[in-house]
């Protein structure tokens, strides 16, 4: 079992910047990718960007690269997902997922591919 625990989120006007943390505890060393996944009422579970913690390997969506960037601290057992250029789209609940599967050292960005959740941190980017 791995708990994963998200903070950072919170409310800032586009062009702003957020910082969301993922503590993770419990049977990490078997959860090579994470990641970051988002959801607006209504609409399905949108991976973010994923990151292979043996090689630090990442993928993000078409709709953040550039502006965002996934990273991990190893000795932290946390993972981070720094948001700059924040536009009102990105405003959604913001889930930590751990547990993925891989292909040729990059991790999945479906959702159905993660099989530990956190409980989620809502970011609101007002324009």
């Known amino acids: 079992q791995v708990q994963l625990v998200e903070s950072g989120g919170g409310s800032v006007q586009a062009g702003g910047s957020l910082r969301l943390s993922c503590a993770a505890s419990g049977n990490t060393y078997s959860s090579n990718c994470m990641g970051w996944f988002r959801q607006v009422p209504g609409k399905e579970r949108e991976g973010v960007a994923t990151i292979y913690t043996r090689a630090g390997s990442t993928v993000y969506a078409d709709s953040v690269k550039g502006r965002f960037t996934i990273s991990e601290d190893i000795a932290k057992n946390t993972m981070y997902l720094q948001m700059n250029s924040l536009k009102p789209d990105d405003t959604a609940m913001y889930y930590c997922?751990?547990?993925?599967?891989?292909?040729?050292?990059?991790?999945?960005?479906?959702?159905?591919?993660?099989?530990?959740w956190g409980q989620g941190t809502q970011v609101t980017v007002s324009s």
């Open positions: 997922a751990a547990g993925g599967g891989e292909f040729g050292g990059f991790c999945y960005t479906a959702y159905e591919s993660y099989r530990y």
